[in-house]
């Protein structure tokens, strides 16, 4: 469902490219982490991916649509611009939580589906029922923790069935038990939702409790081990 082909990307004043023909494939509801050293391009990848920077060259395809031409001609019919791709087809959760401080959890979530042109509320309770925090829909955001406001940030980001999440450090600032358990839920109701999902993470434990783990070096993306490649 994500195809991303020879991808290139250079910011100006560098002498090497960032990102230098970078090549990957991700299924329908599969997982992908993406490691590197700090500055290797792995947030520059997710914001390729989303469309709010364009490769040099290269071709980006999520269900079938060119995102790095999506507004030429050839692909008005599909989407008519980058905003209402990334309404149907993208999730993206931040490690900054990115919420309404001053709605409760349960209207952070669905302020964000009506936006999106897809409420539905029986969706919101089962997301946010098996994210463990529908007990605190009522809750105004300032009262909850870290780990519970991320839960409310990925909720958000399922509740409109996107077919991919792009997570950038979504454990970013929490604790490590708080982090085992937002990762774990994220993994988990992504596949659920058999919705495809990359993370980028600094965190091992994050990294290895995806399908497939992957380290970006030089610009391409490497597999961390022979056996999950
Ligand atoms: N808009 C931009 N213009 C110029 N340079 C940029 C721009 N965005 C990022 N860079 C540079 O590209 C490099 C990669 O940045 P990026 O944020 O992708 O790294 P990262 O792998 O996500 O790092 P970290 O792990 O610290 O978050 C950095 O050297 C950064 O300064
Ligand atoms: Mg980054």
Redesign the pocket.
Known sequence: MLIIKDLRKS????DKP?INNLNLAVKAGESVSIQ??????????LSLIAGF?RPDSGNIVINNLPIASINEENTKSIASDIDSFRKQHLGIVFQSFNLFDCFNAWDNIAFTARLKGNADKAYQVALMDQLGILHLAEKPLSQLSGGEQQRCAIARALVHRPSLILAD?PTGNLDEASSDNVSRLLYETCKQAKTALVV?T?SSDVATKADRALK?HKGVLESTNADMA
């Open positions: 910011f100006s004043g560098s960032l590197g050293a700090s500055g290797c391009g792995k947030s520059t990848l920077e450090e980028v600094h970006l």
